[in-house]
């Protein structure tokens, strides 16, 4: 692959598996724009409880949905989704959307809501003249970007994930909402056919973002 072509680097896996820092880590060692959607089925998922819609499909969600004019803003290396002028905050990692966020992401109105939109990121990234885009969550590599140059899907131990999120003060439902994630109908959490599968539990941050720097180097050589 020639030096100055735009790349797209793929990573998924359960809650608290190192995603977001692996993540963050490669978009400044390459220059890639990082962009979450874990934020963005948060973010809806506040907007749509705070209209009062319940997590299930029919009329109340397709015109909740319709009334959310989604909007991107990027800071440094990090790409943030705006949602009728609002940026999401810490409000959206709160006790309370931990528990219903998957439930909401469970719905297919909502995914296929999202779905141009996170495709439309890679755009963005060009646009903002990034090398390429390093997009996590848990079906980018098997539904928004199947032919991402590198796809890969990170796991570690329960008790380790569960210290990780400990450690950022943060009280999150991790085994409930990997067990809803993956035995959803659309777009499941599961390593898709094809991608690396990358254990954390024993690796630091550092060795895993090597680990992760040798691939790409190895694409872009
Ligand atoms: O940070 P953590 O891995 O714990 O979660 P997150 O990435 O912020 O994602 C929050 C929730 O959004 C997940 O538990 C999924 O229910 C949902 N999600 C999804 O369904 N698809 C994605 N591409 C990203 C997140």
């Not at 997009?135 to 990170?154: C, N, W, Y």
């Not at 991790?174 to 690396?196: N, V």
Request: proline residues 4%; contains cysteine.
């Amino acid at each position: 692959m020639p030096n100055d072509s735009f790349i797209i680097v793929a990573i998924d896996g359960g809650a608290a598996a190192g995603k977001s820092s692996t993540s963050r880590g490669i978009s400044e060692r390459y220059c890639l724009m990082h962009v979450d959607t874990g934020s963005f089925y948060r973010a809806t998922t506040l907007k749509l409880m705070g209209a009062g819609i319940a997590p299930e499909e029919g009329d109340a969600l397709s015109k909740g949905l319709a009334a959310l004019d989604l909007g991107t803003s990027v800071t440094g290396n990090a790409a943030s989704i705006t949602i009728s002028n609002w940026t999401p905050d810490a409000s959206i990692r709160s006790q309370k959307i931990n528990e219903n966020v998957s439930r909401y992401a469970a719905l297919p109105s909502l995914r296929e809501f999202l779905l141009k939109y996170q495709r439309s990121q890679a755009d963005v990234a060009k646009a903002n003249g990034f090398k390429g885009l390093v997009m996590e969550g848990r079906d980018i590599g098997s539904v928004i970007f199947p032919d991402a140059d590198l796809r890969l899907f990170l796991v570690a131990d329960p008790e380790k994930r569960a210290q990780r999120r400990a450690k950022e003060g943060i009280q999150d439902s991790i085994q409930a909402r990997d067990r809803i994630d993956s035995s959803r109908k659309t777009a499941p959490l599961k390593c898709p056919e094809g991608a690396t599968l990358l254990d954390t539990s024993d690796l630091s941050l550092d060795a895993v973002i090597d680990t992760v720097s040798k691939m790409i180097d190895k694409l872009i050589a």
